[in-house]
């Protein structure tokens, strides 16, 4: 299933506006889907919290859209949109936060803790920074069977900078020059950590010749230049130019989860540029260039409110897990597994 | 008025802070904005420049933490959730634990270790680590049950010249509450008889005391008189009130929420059953989480971990042994 | 001729990486250089491309690991030293052991942690940690004693769809020989009676397994039929064999070269005290490292750790209770 | 002890003719120092490894001297000149290879693993990129105290640069304005791997503005330009600029350790600047500006020797540690310990 929706093909394989009005769509539908998470969130029916891409779906749908079907993605937190436009299906979304069996994590794992490995979607860890190197093991794994054409991508947030383990797996990508894009999202803060307190560079661009890896500084509200310059990152990691880091500059249009009320977000930030809601800004750059009117709009997100409320509803009809059908069995090698619980009967 | 368990925290770290000049608090979100659990609450704007907000960097939190105790200083650390302590475990297990054995400086660091399962927080939000930590020499584990024990042990882990874990559970934060703070408190290393009782001992600690104790309320329905001896510290360990207990029940059934292999149930039955085999009337037995990552959705994240019912289950079984 | 502990290693990588296309090894100084052990000599010329080289970053190490083995491939893993892997730790524990379980994904990557005291080596060369990862879901850790199963435990480890922790014990990598490789071996998760005897069960595993069989000859002289069972896994446990040995001698020392708190020793003793109390004539004992970093000096560090003295001695207490 | 030998100023204080021979002799005592571990060792007098600074003397020494009583030092494991610079007694050093428990380690950590915390002389774990965290701790409570003349200085070498702790550690200490010194040894290999293997980019010191902190690249062969450049930081990091960088250039010229020939050495390397012995270079330096004379080197020379041979005799002639008295207690709290051994007794 995950197939059929793959594949949409970088920028340039369609016109520019074809590729714009589809990202545009996809930012839509990953807002419309945010937002009945959020309103899900607020009526109790999901277990755990909730975490939003508010603000930044034109970064993240660029990254999802300049990838293809066999490339490997590994997603974040605030990454709906690129996410639906990698080939996410809205179900597995749904499913995952709903602790539907049915989703592709079964309710073992939730919310954005979703993917699908053999189709290049990671499942993120919790653990910051920790999916980088992953990324670089799959592509390297690429390499090996002489697929030359893939390439991989992995988001992380302005926080995750200052883990060791995205220092190590960028040196790494670096040293084995594999095909692997990075893309930060400075969104300013770390839950409620401003960057002051986060690093003491200019620029996180500053990093990237310390990696040796070419580097763009973009945006991030601004779809277009968020698109170009992935667009840009993928064509030099396919040319084999080695990694590409990408730094976007945004604005969190939300809690760091729904519980948060993020009152820490200074005003200048969001009065500033970077405060501009991204989505709102694509869509006027749709009108005047007539690229979709008011009309064309209200129909597109009529589709995703319907696509959403149509899974959401499949999802709330599915049974939850069943503790006594779970093999509680943690390998697959089933062979050596010790037992089924806490008290090894043997 | 009432106190919580978190409370409790956010007092003690208040009066480490007012009454001792050498104290100051670390981790990432902990200042203005009162850290992940509210548990650093207005700590930084009453000592200001003592409660700093730290980048995402976990392993570097616990060096700067461990240089600055070798200078005489009383850092606490808050981990956002103990299961990120897994990129600090270096600086933890190999430079805290280890330097007042190599070099006689002592490490007076406390590492607090937001733990436990919360139903919907998964494999990554979820995790008790005290039966990882407690392995290693040089360090001192407390798992408090109680919200009088979570506030006086603390206080006792800033004291303490050694490296101390502090692991808090992230169930009690909020629902468990004490009216008042506690003036005096057991000495650290003494566990505590949370229920007295002479048919059979379950031994636990932190978040499964609670549910001991309503496995214990169960059983008395039932006709069975369970003392419930609440560990408080897994390192070091209380084998004498353990084995004391055993000694009145002939009975033992040890429980613990982290995974099967190893840890705290496993040290308990066998130190009891090296050193008092000759107390035990039936085959001492454990209960432990499951032996897989703990999962997402409620009704499994319940079944995983033990619950009152599972424990009274074990413990019938034991009875009947 | 005879092949040591170390070569059975290297042979054992040799033919994994000839019989199948999808193994590759990465670590430290590995290439060219042939390993600081020399485990991967002349590998990397003998396969090019695939042995590689890495950074000194664990972390980043194991991850790419899980990600190549995503992809179907078959990483070895070399850590320099098992005491490294704690900067791996997170990779290891949460992303390596929890990907089947979340994902139905298996993740075939084998972790080789030259493990263990070697005299002069110190606190950070010469650590065990099997009693570490042992504890978490997803993990199986292998713990070979002899040559032979050095060499087929490897094999093994590479084609298990699991991660698997390879714990290689360093003081037997040159003195430890066998005539020739194995054609065939027990399989994962059966321990093997390394000595028979009905008097007591020793449990022991990797190079403790050796100190214990000299404990045993040396008791032999007094007359007493030790019993020696090495584990060969320590997750999964072979509780049938110990169990089945126990029945036989009534009596169990458990033996392990890691830290005393919590660990295999306290694992299999209660595992035994919980289901096979009735077989037992006397308290099961233990009998771990002490509860120190590992000293430098020799003589320090002969009396740290458990020795063929060490466990007669302990051995004679049980046997008289 | 240790304070007498402690405190020798920075440049500037002393002429810089007194200066470089200071740090000439330093190089030249540690020198002779390392030779005779590497001989014990031969002889089988030595347990476990040994590891020499040959080659990296004139940086290390530089580290060393610029730092004052009152500084916080973690040296790594070629840093022999630089510890007797700071202040390490020659004795610290013998015992601790030989495993004396008079030494400060008594026994229980040995060669390179030394220190004495309480002297600012910060004992290594083995773990790379561990210690500069530490020394970042250690200059804060220093800054809590109120002492705003100490700064701190790490070694690390070119492979350390690879490690997650080392990204964290720098980050955090310009996060903090830390005034510490981070000494990048660049010998091109760690154990046998080269560069080009452990990162891609032009110079490590292009990591300097991924961190906003001050960097310079030296040659580290060259004793006066490693103590102008250790100066130069030294006054940057007292006068509050925050962290500095220091990339040296050189060639390790022994092995990894005593048991390894360094064979995968690259004739290019050592034919190359980078390949000259920094203590021949300084000697023809201090002959050449006449500063010393040939007479007065070989006297200089034969003290060191005295004094190196009266050490190991010294500690030759001490008892080894007792596992019998040793307490086998890992906490300083003793009312808290578990019980003496393996068995716990309790
Ligand atoms: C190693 C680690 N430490 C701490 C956390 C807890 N945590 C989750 S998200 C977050 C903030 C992340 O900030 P950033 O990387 O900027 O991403 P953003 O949330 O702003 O998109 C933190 C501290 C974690 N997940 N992993
Ligand atoms: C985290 C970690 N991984 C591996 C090792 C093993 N090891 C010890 S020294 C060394 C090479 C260090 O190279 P470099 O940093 O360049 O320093 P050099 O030896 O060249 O002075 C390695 C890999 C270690 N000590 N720590
Ligand atoms: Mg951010
Ligand atoms: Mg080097």
Redesign the interface.
């Given at each position: 299933m995950l197939q059929t929706v793959l594949n949409h093909g970088a920028v340039g394989e369609s016109t520019f506006r074809e590729t714009y009005q589809r990202a545009y769509r996809y930012m839509l539908l990953s807002r419309v889907l945010d937002d009945k998470f959020a309103s899900l969130y607020r009526a109790g029916k999901?277990?755990?919290?909730v975490f939003l891409g508010r603000g930044q779906e034109a970064l993240s749908v660029s990254t999802g859209m300049v990838l293809r079907k066999g490339d490997?993605f590994a997603p974040l937190i605030r990454d709906a949109a690129g996410r639906l436009a990698f080939g996410e299906p809205v179900l597995d979304a749904v499913r995952t936060y709903l602790?539907s069996p049915l989703g592709?994590?079964?309710?073992?794992?939730?919310?954005v803790?979703r993917?699908?490995?053999?189709e290049g979607l990671?499942?993120m860890?919790?653990?910051?920074?920790?999916?980088?190197?992953?990324?670089?093991?799959?592509?390297?794994?690429?390499r090996?069977?002489g697929d030359t054409e893939a390439i991989g991508a992995a988001s992380i947030g302005d926080?995750?900078t200052?883990?060791?383990?995205?220092?190590?797996?960028l040196?790494?990508a670096?040293?084995e020059?594999l095909p692997t894009i990075v893309v930060i999202a400075n969104n300013q803060y770390?839950?409620?950590?401003p960057n002051?307190?986060?690093?003491?560079?200019?620029s996180?661009a500053?990093?990237?010749?310390?990696?040796?890896?070419e580097c763009q500084s973009i945006d991030g509200t601004d779809l277009e230049a968020c698109l170009k310059a992935l667009g840009r990152a993928a064509d030099s990691a396919r040319a084999g130019r080695?990694p590409q880091m990408i730094v976007a500059n945004l604005l969190r249009l939300c809690g760091h989860g729904e519980h948060d009320d993020a009152n820490?977000v200074l005003a200048k930030h969001k009065s500033s540029p970077i405060g501009r809601d991204c989505l709102k800004a694509a869509e006027e750059e749709l009108q005047c260039r007539n690229w979709a009117d008011a009309n064309t709009i209200a129909g597109w997100r009529a589709e995703s409110v319907q696509k959403v409320e149509q899974a959401v509803a499949t999802v709330q009809r599915e049974a939850?897990?069943?503790?006594?059908k779970?093999t509680?069995?943690?390998?697959?090698?089933k062979?050596?597994?010790?037992?089924?619980?806490?008290?090894?009967k043997? | 008025m009432p106190i919580t368990y978190i409370e409790a925290i956010r007092e003690a770290q208040a009066r480490a802070l007012a009454e001792d000049p050498r104290v100051f608090i670390y981790g990432q979100d902990i200042g203005a904005f009162g850290g992940a659990f509210k548990a650093t609450k207005n700590l930084a704007s009453d000592y200001p420049g003592r409660v700093m907000d730290a980048p995402i960097s976990e392993d570097a939190i616990i060096g700067l933490g461990v240089g600055a105790a070798i200078e005489g200083r009383r850092p606490i650390i808050e981990m956002q959730f103990a299961d990120f302590s897994t990129v600090a475990f270096n600086q933890i297990v190999n430079q805290a634990a280890t330097l007042f054995w190599r070099t006689n400086v002592p490490c007076p660091i406390t590492i607090r270790l937001p733990c436990g399962g919360t139903s919907g927080s998964g494999p990554f939000h979820s995790q008790t680590m005290e039966s990882i930590y407690a392995h290693y020499p040089g360090l001192i584990v407390m798992t408090p049950a109680t919200v009088e024990d979570a506030y006086s042990m603390l206080l006792e882990a800033v004291a303490i010249d050694d490296p101390v874990i502090f692991c808090e559970h992230k169930l009690l934060y909020y629902h468990l509450k004490a009216d008042k703070l506690p003036s005096e408190a057991l000495p650290t290393g003494k566990a505590r008889i949370a229920r007295e009782g002479r048919d059979m001992t379950i031994v636990a600690y932190s978040a499964m005391v609670h549910e001991a104790l309503l496995a214990a309320d169960d059983l008395a329905t039932e006709g069975a008189q369970i003392e419930v001896v609440d560990l408080r510290s897994v390192k070091p360990l209380d084998t004498d009130t353990v084995m004391a207990s055993v000694a009145r029940t002939g009975r033992l059934l040890c429980v613990g929420e982290s995974w099967p292999w190893g840890g705290v149930t496993a040290e308990v039955i066998a130190r009891v059953a090296s050193e008092g085999f000759g107390l035990l009337d039936a085959p001492p037995q454990r209960l432990n989480a499951k032996d897989t990552p703990i999962p997402y959705h409620p009704s499994l994240w319940a079944a995983h971990r033990p619950t009152a019912r599972s424990i009274a289950a074990a413990a019938r079984n034991v009875l009947r042994k």
């Open positions: 999901i277990h755990g919290g490997v602790g592709p994590m079964r309710a073992r794992d939730g919310n803790h993917g699908r490995p053999k990671l499942p860890i919790s653990h910051l920074g920790a999916m980088i190197s992953v990324v670089n093991g799959a592509l390297l794994a690429r090996f069977s926080g995750a200052s883990t060791g383990a995205v220092h190590e797996a040196n790494q670096a040293i020059k770390a839950y409620s950590t002051e307190r986060q690093f003491a560079c200019r996180l500053d990093r990237a010749m310390g990696y040796g890896i080695g820490y939850g897990p069943d503790p006594f779970e509680w069995c943690a390998i697959s090698s062979h050596l597994s010790e037992g089924m619980d806490g008290e090894f043997s | -």
